[in-house]
């Protein structure tokens, strides 16, 4: 196992899986309640999905992906707006984790893939809506911008991808380390000419956590340190 991401993430699992998707002491092994971690998952897709349909951004979900699904956090509220979902994630322990958690739940409508010899493994070649949160910051730049091109090619014609990313992060990780979680970020232009080449449009950075649309175009805080939203992404027809 040379890949220092995949290292990280395969040894989290089985020490602190449920911290390591949202760092807050609470979800720690001796301090978790399982169900209130769940319920911040069905929150997040509740306010995703209200996002979407509020702006028409989206009609009926066919198939769906959640790249970097952890513990199936997002994935298992996912499954009750989606006809079928595929979790993918490159930590066979967090996968392990997660379909647990559906079979635990009776939740047969997921497909939960283990990526870690492939880090883009979707089961699917288009999907109506991609999902993707605190996932790409996690791989240095050229790995973040491959990631996004490959997601950006897997958006049906009539789907949207929302896609998390810090596009300004003060001080990144060095990408060899292993034994700690890394961060990188991902210039906001640098995302824009992945997303052009790609033939897809980027309809907003949101960065009010998806409580409305935006109706400024995004500018960048010349003070700011550290800056992150979501990439709001549809196919150009």
């Keep these: 196992m040379n890949n220092p991401i995949i290292k990280f993430w395969s040894n989290i699992a089985k020490t602190e899986p449920y911290w390591s998707v949202l760092t807050n002491d609470k979800y720690k092994i001796s301090n978790i309640n399982l169900v209130k971690f769940y319920e911040t998952g069905s ?16 009609g009926e979900i066919h ?15 996912l499954s009750n707006v989606c006809n079928s ?23 047969d409508n997921v497909i939960l893939v ?4 492939n880090t883009f493994l979707p089961q699917k ?3 109506d809506l991609i999902f993707s949160w605190a996932v790409l910051q ?12 490959k997601l950006c090619q897997s958006i049906s014609s009539r789907g949207i991808a929302v896609i ?7 001080n990144p990780s060095d990408s060899n380390v292993s034994h700690a979680m890394q961060m990188h970020g991902l210039p906001i232009d640098q995302a824009l000419d992945v997303i052009h080449k790609n033939s897809c449009e980027l309809l907003e950075y949101n960065t009010n956590n998806l409580s409305s649309l935006n ?3 995004y500018e960048p805080d010349p003070e700011s340190k550290s800056e992150s939203g979501y990439l709001v992404i549809k196919a150009i027809a």
Excluded at 142 to 149: A, C, F, G, K, V
């Design 114 to 117: 283990d990526s870690s010899q």
């Design 138 to 149: 996690h791989n240095p730049l050229p790995e973040s911008i491959d990631l996004l091109s």
């Design 164 to 170: 998390w990313i810090y596009s300004k992060l003060e």
């Design 85 to 107: 979902v595929d979790g993918v994630d490159l930590s066979s322990g967090m996968i392990d984790i997660a379909r647990d958690y559906m079979d635990e739940n009776n939740i």
């Design 63 to 77: 198939t769906c992906l959640d790249f970097g699904c952890g513990v199936g956090r997002t994935t298992a509220p």
């Design 215 to 217: 109706k400024k175009q």
């Design 43 to 58: 929150r997040q897709v509740d306010r995703l999905i209200s996002y979407l349909k509020s702006n028409d951004l989206i």
């Design 125 to 127: 070649q288009k999907y």
